[in-house]
């Protein structure tokens, strides 16, 4: 039995990985959301549902007992928040964290859409780096997914890139995240300590085809 705590589960991607794991009878979910209402009364049967705020430390470590995965989709200050989450797992002994990050914090992205990338989003990106470089200062079993620009289509179409290659594609689907999410909190060998990019093959151009 693998146990998954889902944080900001009614994001976007969340919702895609919350069906996923769905679909695992040998999975069990907790879901920690804000609002229940967002998830609209979508949770599979091997879920349960916690309402409050990753800023809670009480609650987070609370619901981090007996968990054997923590998988993050947040938003904002992320950084603040990866705090919160460094100290509950340390304080519970809790070790794997898959974290969804954006593209662009290393400024890895090559080329005229790397110029549009950081005019559209750059003065977003700091705290994402400050994420992303205290959960790698960490001594969790991490796994960072730095995605491209995304879109809703129905499909599982990715590629990655290690953190030292130049990013590919501009694009990826929330569903193709959520499925390497997924993948990583099932098979953690395949994904130990890595901070990968995340994208659809074939997508490579100035900026995303919907911008």
Not at 77 to 100: C, N, P, S, W, Y
């Amino acid at each position: 039995m693998t146990k998954v705590l889902i944080l900001g589960a009614s994001g976007q991607i969340a919702r895609w990985a919350v069906q996923m794991f769905g679909e695992h009878p040998d999975v069990e979910q907790t879901l920690l959301v804000r609002d229940a209402q967002k998830l609209n009364g979508d949770a599979p049967a091997n879920a349960r549902v916690v309402v409050g705020d990753v800023l809670d430390a009480e609650l987070l470590a609370t619901s981090m007992q007996g968990q054997d995965v923590v998988y993050a989709n947040l938003a904002g200050d992320v950084d603040t928040q990866t705090e919160h989450i460094l100290q509950a797992m340390k304080k519970t002994g809790l070790k794997r964290l898959i974290f969804v990050n954006s593209l662009g914090i290393y400024d890895e992205v090559p080329g005229q859409f790397g110029e549009w990338n950081r005019r559209e989003i750059g003065s977003y990106l700091p705290p994402y780096r400050r994420s992303a470089d205290l959960i790698e200062a960490s001594d969790t079993n991490y796994t960072i997914l730095r995605a491209a620009w995304l879109q809703d289509e129905d499909e599982v179409s990715y590629e990655t890139t290690s953190r030292s290659q130049p990013f590919k594609g501009t694009e990826v689907s929330r569903k193709s995240v959520a499925a390497l999410a997924v993948d990583a909190a099932l098979h953690p060998q395949k994904w130990t300590r890595a901070n990968v990019g995340v994208s659809k093959p074939g997508t490579e151009g100035d900026k995303p085809s919907f911008a």
